[in-house]
């Protein structure tokens, strides 16, 4: 499906230039000389790179659907995650970079998204929250008990956040995965 430069927005996947590529961030400029333009900054799903573009409102580009599969993540052998098709049992490895900063919350049996480009796998999807366990947390300093403080604590993952006063070690939180921020104590 053809879109045009000025419809661009983040997260939709471009075929550009021969491969795929993911929009991170886009910042829309209109000089005070000439038309408006999209100024696009895109990941390359398939190898990792970067690149700033522009488009203008007369460039058009294709957008791709990506198709999406339940998987779930079963062990990691090396440097490669091993997941299962839960319809098929069938088991598919992919790199552990493909998760990129997520990576650390990847949890045994975790149910995780796989989005998928020509019948291959070019993305994970984890949950956008998920619980774990604080293994250590710094005390609280007498007298900050102000309600917008708050303190560093490291999760059983190796993964540092920051948590209210009142959070101790050994409590278990929710966690925002991708902005790595505290949502509040595990029901």
Request: aromatic share 8%; charged share 25%; glycine share 10%.
């Amino acid at each position: 499906m053809k879109i045009s430069g000025v419809d661009i927005r983040p997260g939709n996947i471009l075929e550009y230039e021969g491969g795929i590529w993911k929009v991170a961030k886009i910042q829309h400029t209109q000089p005070g000389k000439g038309g408006a333009y999209m100024q696009v900054e895109m990941k390359n799903l398939q190898d990792g790179r970067k690149t700033n573009v522009r488009f203008r409102s007369a460039d058009t580009v294709e957008r791709v659907r990506l198709d999406t599969k339940e998987y779930q993540f079963l062990y990691e052998d090396g440097e490669q995650l091993v997941f299962m098709d839960g319809d098929t049992f069938e088991q598919i490895n992919l790199p552990s970079d493909l998760l990129g900063d997520a990576r650390p919350f990847l949890q045994d049996g975790m149910q995780v998204t796989l989005e998928l480009w020509d019948e291959k796998p070019i993305s994970v999807a984890l949950p956008e929250q998920v619980e774990a366990t604080i293994v250590e947390a710094d005390a609280v300093v007498k007298g900050q008990t102000a309600s917008s403080s708050f303190k560093p604590a490291i999760l059983e993952n190796g993964v540092r956040v920051m948590v209210p006063p009142h959070i101790e070690s050994g409590t278990r939180i929710v966690v925002d995965v991708y902005e790595r921020t505290y949502i509040g104590k595990a029901g």
